[in-house]
């Protein structure tokens, strides 16, 4: 899989979603995690199928290198001055250290463009690493007292709703400029999605993957179909999911307990990922109660019947709604689950990958609840924002020794291409931003708490929560 095909290579697409690294949780026992990553990891879209060979691949390389090439010196002729910025220390902030380290052939470039960068604008390039349980009250507290706490900052999509709402962050349009790379091709630099009607985020790029994980041994074993033949012809979707969970869930010795399941994870997470496929969300873009939509209704129905109807989720730790049942597909004898990449490698078995099914209601632009998305931001009061931001996008203009974009992780990740090939064509950029771990005292856990572990009306708990829910929104507007 090192050679990839040199047309599926030239049709990677720009359009990216920047992750970080980190954890955290609610007192509800909600959590989000992270992977690490450096400034260069991130989601971006599919590449092609079609193979170019012998003299075309030459011609077609070629070609792209010549475009390359005059691009470069159209942008080099195009853009600004440097500027000189005395000695001035620029500071980046995220809570890991992201200092090249010069230990891999692609931190070794990434060192040597910081040392280009900070002779070119005479500057010093400072990583604050800020521990994760402090950052967004020290952010919001420098920022607040008109004196940041850094020139660029990581935040979560989620938890940049209240900063956005006071007025503490600068839009792009206040600092990049027309000759900017995010304003043109994005070849280094990509315009992340927008948050509450305008963009403020900007990322680097790569790839993760998000969707429903399988254990293809078992699948071979118990002789399922492949979720990725039921997704070619169309398949795949709730109905057919729950057809082939129930088929995967077993007892071999009669002793009237599953040997084999069908499904695992922490329920919170499987409707959030259900919900999406499905037209819906806990908290709409808007800002409105979302889990009163009757798409999502109809998710937290299905979602109680997988739970406690069907008997075909393995639940280890006794808690249905508990993060840990994300990690209970690791024990090898669950089928499926919707889950991460980082969470599933490394395995015993072999880990195939399909996007999560469709919900009867969605119209499959996404995939799954993008609830980790990071951006790079510019907080109001950092001085020469423009120059700021030119020097984060000039850091991102360093050759990789990837093959093609997040080819180590994939490759570490699945031995199938088959695997890759789904990741990049059909998972990557579909993610659906989700907000409501970001809004204070959202009682979207409450809901799945009420309905998944009381086993209480979906209808009826929907109704109970959504006073408390339209009031924590108000309360952020």
């Avoid at 030239?10 to 359009?15: F, K, P, S």
């Avoid at 620029?90 to 280009?116: M, N, Q, R, Y």
Wanted: charged share 25%.
């Amino acid at each position: 899989m090192k050679n990839m095909k040199a047309l599926t290579i030239l049709l990677a697409a720009a359009m990216v979603t920047l992750t970080g690294c980190g954890s955290s949780s609610d007192n509800s026992g909600n959590a989000a995690t992270n992977t690490p990553a450096n400034d260069t990891t991130a989601n971006n879209t599919a590449t092609g199928n079609n193979a170019a060979t012998g003299n075309d691949a030459a011609a077609n390389n070629t070609a792209a290198d010549n475009t390359a090439a005059n691009n470069t010196a159209a942008d080099d002729a195009d853009a600004p001055a440097a500027t000189n910025l005395d000695g001035r220390e620029i500071h980046i902030s995220a809570w890991w250290d992201g200092t090249p380290k010069g230990d891999t052939a692609d931190s070794k470039k990434a060192l040597d463009k910081l040392h280009e960068v900070e002779k070119k604008y005479n500057v010093k390039i400072k990583y604050d690493n800020i521990p994760f349980d402090k950052y967004m009250d020290k952010f919001t507290t420098a920022a607040l007292s008109g004196t940041p706490m850094a020139d660029i900052s990581i935040l979560e999509f989620k938890r940049a709703l209240a900063p956005i709402k006071q007025g503490l962050l600068l839009p792009l349009s206040d600092y990049t400029q027309a000759t900017s790379d995010i304003n043109n091709e994005q070849v280094h630099t990509t315009k992340l999605p927008q948050l509450l009607g305008n963009d403020y985020f900007f990322g680097g790029k790569g790839v993760s993957t998000v969707g429903m994980f399988y254990n293809r041994d078992l699948f071979k074993k118990l002789g399922l179909p492949d979720p990725q033949d039921l997704y070619a012809s169309g398949e795949w979707n709730w109905d057919k999911f729950l057809e082939v969970a129930k088929q995967a869930t077993t007892d071999t010795n009669n002793d009237g307990k599953p040997d084999t399941w069908g499904f695992a994870d922490w329920a919170p997470g499987a409707a959030r990922d259900f919900g999406v496929t499905n037209g819906a969300l806990f908290v709409n873009d808007d800002l409105s109660v979302g889990f009163t939509d009757p798409k999502m209704i109809e998710t937290l129905e299905f979602i109680n019947r997988l739970y406690n109807t069907e008997n075909v989720v393995k639940v280890k730790k006794g808690d249905k709604n508990s993060w840990d049942e994300t990690s209970t597909f690791k024990d090898g004898d669950v089928a499926m689950t919707s889950n991460f990449d980082w969470n599933v490698g490394g395995l015993p078995f072999e880990v195939g990958v399909v996007p999560n099914p469709q919900g009867p209601s969605g119209d499959g632009k996404y995939t799954y609840a993008n609830t980790a998305q990071n951006g790079w931001v510019i907080p109001k009061g950092v001085k020469d924002p423009q120059a700021v931001y030119q020097i984060y996008e000039e850091l991102q203009d360093v050759p990789s020794t990837e093959e093609y974009l997040g080819q180590n992780g994939l490759e570490a990740l699945f031995k199938n291409q088959s695997d890759i090939d789904m990741a990049l064509q059909h998972i990557n950029n579909t993610g659906r931003i989700s907000l409501e771990e970001g809004v204070t005292d959202y009682p979207w856990f409450s809901v799945m708490d009420d309905i998944i572990k009381k086993k209480l009306s979906v209808k009826a708990t929907v109704e109970k929560y959504k006073a408390p829910a339209e009031a924590a929104l108000a309360k952020l507007k």
